[in-house]
Each structure stands twice: as C-alpha cells, then as structure tokens.
C-alpha cells in the first residue's frame, strides 16, 4: 500500500462544475495534510493546508479531512480552464516535518 | 511564505560527471528539503538539510550519489555525483516555514 494514494486521472470536469480530488494515506500518526497545484513544467505550490477534521474553505477551494477514514479531499467551485493542472496531495510523515506525497491527480476544465 | 532560488534552472551533462544545484532562500529557515521528480511523477524526498548537522536521507538515497551542504541558514546545495542518463530528473529545493513547505522553481536536468 502506498503512503499516500491519489487517483492519478485525467480528471475532466466541465467549466463552472464542481472539481473532486481525493486522497488517502497510511500513517495513523499524520497530522497537517496539504494540496499543492503543479502546472505543466512548473514547481507545486501550495493551495490549501489542513489540521482539524472538518472542512476548511478559500474562496473556491474547500479542503476536507476525516482522520477516521484516513481520507482528504479538495472541492474547486465554478471551475475555470486555469485550474486545469496537477493537483498533488501531501501528508506529513509520522507527525515529523517531511512529507510524502501523492502521485498527483491530472486535472482538465474543458471550457 | 518564502522567495526561493534555485541555480541552475535547467542543464544538460554527460554520463560521469557531477552537477551542483544551489539554493538560497531570503529568510533564514530552519529546515530544507531535496526532492526529485523523475518525468511524469510525484515528489520524492532525497534529504533533509538542517544547518550545523548532517544531511538526513530517505531510503535509497546515499551520501556518495546525493551529497548536500548547508553552511547556513538561508542556503544549501544538492550534488548529483557520477551522473547516468536515469538521474534525468527535475530536482526541487524547499524550505519549510510555519509548518508549510515552499519549493524553488527546479532545476532541470537531462544526462546524456
């Protein structure tokens, strides 16, 4: 079983719906969990981080965590062609500060 | 968050040589972080850099093939040594700030 496992796509969602990305991991002991954007050819950068159980919203990006299920997952809202991208899912290893990342879902927003 | 460079953005070496990457971070930070992104994949942890100790590596990495120095606080350097065409990779640098990881633009690298 992979630490961290993303369904890898392609993702293709229509512009204006609503975008699901999901994530599980295997270490009990993780504690902060985070979704990264990676455009083609670029370095990952941060979208949203977690801590708490619950949701979590910015703007159009709503970030859910359930420790139970080991799950994580990222809503986009009124999805736009630009966000059309990889989003990676990156979990913190055994409460430690290094993570472990996802194999990246690929997302399209077909205008 | 972090503004990070990272030197050089892209190269290309031939099999046997060794390739330094540089990274320099505008505030000092604690922690840094080497990854590699092999073509068409995820992020893969090479080490962890603290200043004032040794480098940490993940599992299969090495010392000999990834050496690192950190001389202090706001910079580090990844060295890719004896270099084969399956080190093709793009190399990452992060810094870790309030708990959140900011990373370098990568440096590119192809072996021939």
């Known amino acids: 079983q992979k630490e961290v496992e993303q369904n890898s796509g392609p993702l293709s969602v229509p512009e204006g719906a609503i975008a699901s990305l999901n994530c599980t991991y295997s270490?009990?002991?993780?504690?902060?969990f985070f979704w990264y954007r990676q455009y083609s050819g670029k370095s990952p950068e941060l979208i949203m981080f977690?801590?708490?159980?619950g949701d979590k919203e910015d703007g159009r990006f709503t970030a859910q965590l359930n420790k139970a299920s080991q799950y994580v997952s990222l809503l986009i809202r009124d999805s736009q062609p630009s966000d059309s991208a990889t989003y990676l899912c990156a979990v913190n290893k055994g409460g430690a500060q290094k993570l472990v990342f996802g194999q990246g879902t690929r997302l399209t927003i077909n205008p | 968050s972090a503004v990070i460079s990272q030197k050089p953005s892209r190269d290309i070496c031939q099999r046997g040589t060794s390739l330094t990457i540089q990274c320099q971070v505008d505030?000092?930070?604690?922690?840094m972080f080497w990854y590699r992104q092999q073509p068409g994949q995820s992020l893969t942890l090479i080490a962890t850099a603290n200043q004032g100790s040794e480098a940490t590596y993940e599992s299969g990495f090495v010392i000999d093939k990834f050496p690192i120095s950190r001389p202090n606080l706001t910079f580090s350097t990844l060295t890719v040594s004896n270099m084969s065409p399956e080190d093709s990779s793009i190399y990452l640098c992060s810094v870790e700030k309030k708990n959140i990881q900011y990373f370098g633009a990568g440096t590119r690298l192809s072996v021939l």
């Open positions: 270490d009990r002991g993780s504690q902060s």
């Open positions: 505030s000092q930070v604690t922690m």
């Open positions: 977690i801590y708490s159980n």
